[in-house]
């Protein structure tokens, strides 16, 4: 029987163990992964202590501090269940089942599917979800990223150094995002902004060699050796209760980090909070913790 039990290892999940950690209680980290969305990141500017650093490096040194600690950890496993029995919580996950007197949930979210012909067959093939893991493998080459948002444009600034040319497919009338970051993609001889244009195929036979997108009601096809799908998130809520969740999937969440069940607290880019960055995730963590810490403080 555990005190607490933390789902999910990003920048909330982690900090969240820290303080844990510091707070001496016995605790387990859930987690399918260690770093989360800041591992994705390119280049992270405005996180307080460093002027610059990517998000593989951020990420590594929230594990690094995180590890120094004693604590049990079990990874690649997916939380399927949390049931409530009696005064504690039983988390069922894909490999085993655990209990503890309370949870936080720190899941984060996952990349959005396109959901067009060929995307499934090309997956790993040319297409790809993560432009900071796959962006030196089309170093020279033709690429398309798909969405308008900070993800698209985060892709794009990264693939700017490596690739040949890049062709950014946006589905509105105009690129959103960091105005910052915008200008930089909009400047770039080496983009192609496409607005109003959507996708409706991936194109290709072992790998992908093209992209069919339809503009201004009239379709095209863009010869391509590579596709970034940057085109939103979802928040990795399944195993929680509908009626904990809003519209858009997102856990809710009081100014305490409480959820609708009492004794499970969450935090970070899973929950409503409305501003989904590194630096909130972290500060949310840490909420969620002492929430829970004070929670079971005042528990028989």
Known sequence: MYDLIIIGAGPAGITAGVYAARKQMKFLVISKDIGGQAAWSGEVENY?????????????????HMRRYQFDLKENEAVVSIE?????FSVKT???????????????????????????????????????CDAPLFAGRVVAVIGGGNSALD??????????QIYLINNTPSLGG???????????????????????????????????????????????EGIFVEIGLIPNSDFFPASG?????EIK????????????????DVTDVPEKQIVIAAGEGSK??????????QQK
Not at 84 to 88: I, T, W
Not at 288 to 297: D, E, Q, W
């Open 253 to 268: 969440v009081n100014c305490h980090n409480e959820t609708n069940i009492p004794g499970i607290f969450a935090a970070g």
């Open 288 to 297: 969620a913790l002492l929430s829970a810490f004070r929670y079971l403080a």
């Open 48 to 64: 307080p202590g460093y002027q610059f650093i990517s998000g593989p490096e951020l990420a590594a040194k929230f594990e690094e």
């Open 155 to 164: 892709a794009t600034l990264q693939l700017m150094s490596i690739a040949k």
């Open 94 to 132: 894909d490999k085993d089942s655990y209990q503890s007197r309370v949870v936080i949930i720190a899941t984060g979210k996952r990349t959005k599917d396109l959901n067009v012909q060929g995307e499934n067959e090309f997956k790993n093939k040319g297409l790809t979800y993560c432009a900071t």
């Open 84 to 88: 409530k029995n009696g005064g504690f």
């Open 245 to 249: 969740k809003n519209g858009l999937g």
């Open 178 to 224: 960091d105005a910052v970051m915008r200008e930089k993609v909009e400047v770039s001889e080496m983009v192609d902004v496409l607005n109003n244009a959507s996708v409706s195929a991936v194109l290709g036979d072992k790998m992908v060699k093209g992209i069919k997108i339809k503009r201004n009601d009239k379709e095209e096809m863009l010869a391509v």
